[in-house]
């Protein structure tokens, strides 16, 4: 919500001032005014305790209004109020990015205190401007390949790029944040004793020989290929997370997140949902990459934060898919947005679906099986992939109308798909 202004006007300074001045006036209305001004001063300490005792128990409790200064009062998001016991000191690395974001506004909201990690790769801090200022997050601009002092109860660990583009942008960085990266949160949890929790993905599965994909499967990656620095740092990551657990005690959670969706999505992502949506608003064509019968299950970003939360309070150490098992090929995911966005875009007329080259080592199969996730969490998603959508697309839309036009990020990493285009030309 918009800051208010509030002006600095004290109504019982005022009618105090008055009452001295008729007090001056006659000796008759004297007494009478100094026993008003009294019973005033009485209504004034009784007034000015009970809005003491508000303000010291809003710290405590977490209160949605947080004045920052004297004369600007910022209106916060409705917070739980829970006891200073049940509170967490919460650690979510990435949290300005998409998901990152997502959980932050949700443990802030249930009355934990959070502390953010990011070095704004892909992250923005526009994702938490409802916060900005309020008392229960500290935002802190920090690499996690560097090691950092904190103390903390609880560490979501997710700092890394997860778009191919942006991890294929600086492959050797990819490797760095998910295996150095890993490795210093790991330390940090051992030494506060604090349960971590690391944001795995269905690309260790690699291109999936078995389908639907279980925790069990080993997974069939390119340890050489163009996303190698992101599913093998990821399957290094849990490496880590294992070996800390057996030697060391850690308390570890591990989630294999499937491509998720949703508002806070970077604008140029990259990835195939923000991708169509920003190109059928804009009235471009929407591109596959190659024959489009590749398939993905996508998941609502609201569905994920429940699985993650859930998963962190757990007693589950081993892996968990945590994704939506509706299953699509590219081809009819492009379908379904042509018909939800229509003619809504600049032109007024329906976009089509050109086909560009395929991508190497592109997953041919993509889908959960979420039995376990359903056994140990009782956990499924909840959000169909339309409403998702629809809460999406008006996202992306507040997005074009903040930002103008929305360059879209090429498979290649380094160029927009204009630029591509204009090559092939
Ligand atoms: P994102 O790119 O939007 O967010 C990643 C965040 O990490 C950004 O804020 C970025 O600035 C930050 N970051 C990157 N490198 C960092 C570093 N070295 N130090 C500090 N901060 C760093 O991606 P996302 O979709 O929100 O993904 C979040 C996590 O979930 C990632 O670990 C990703 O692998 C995992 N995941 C996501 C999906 C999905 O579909 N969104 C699927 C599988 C796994
Ligand atoms: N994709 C596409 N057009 C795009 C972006 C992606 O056809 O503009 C395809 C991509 O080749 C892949 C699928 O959509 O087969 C999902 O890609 P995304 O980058 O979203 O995530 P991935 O699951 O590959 O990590």
Known sequence: ????????????????????????????????GMAVTLTFLVLLCITFTHTFSNVASSHLH?????????????????????????????????????????????????????????NFFTGRKDNLHQWLGFDHLEIIRHDVIEPIHLEVDRIYHLACPASP??????????????????LNMLGLAKRTK????????SEVYGDPLVHPQKEDYWGNVNMLGPRSCYDEGKRLAETLMMSYHEQSNVDTRIARIFNTFGPHMHPSDGRVVSNFIVQALQGQDLTIYGDGMQTRSFQYVDDLVDGLMKLMESDETLPVNIGNPREMTIKEFASIIQKKIGTNN??????????LKSTKDDPRKRKPDISKAKRVLGWEPKVSTEDGLDSTIKY??????????????????????????????
Not at 165 to 182: A, D, E, L
């Open 62 to 118: 977490g209160n949605p209004t947080n004045t920052n200064s004297r004369t600007e009062r910022k209106m916060y998001p409705e917070v739980q109020k829970i006891s200073r016991r049940d509170r967490q000191r919460i650690l979510v690395t990435g949290g300005a990015g998409f998901v990152g974001s997502n959980l932050v506004h949700r443990l802030l909201r249930e009355g934990h205190y959070v502390i953010v990690v990011d």
């Open 165 to 182: 583009p942006h991890y294929m942008y600086n492959k050797i960085k990819t490797v760095k944040t998910s295996t150095q990266g890993t």
């Open 1 to 32: 919500m918009l800051p208010t202004k509030s002006k600095s006007f004290n109504p019982h300074q005022t009618s105090l001032v008055k009452l001295q001045q008729s007090a001056k006036e006659s000796p008759n209305t004297c007494r009478v």
């Open 346 to 355: 600049p032109n007024g007329k329906e976009v089509n679906i050109v086909h």
């Open 194 to 201: 604090a349960r971590i929790l690391l944001t795995s993905t």
């Open 396 to 425: 992306f839309l507040g997005e074009i109308e903040r930002l103008g036009e929305i360059d879209i990020v090429g498979p290649l990493a380094r160029r927009t798909l204009r630029e591509e285009e204009r090559e092939r030309e």
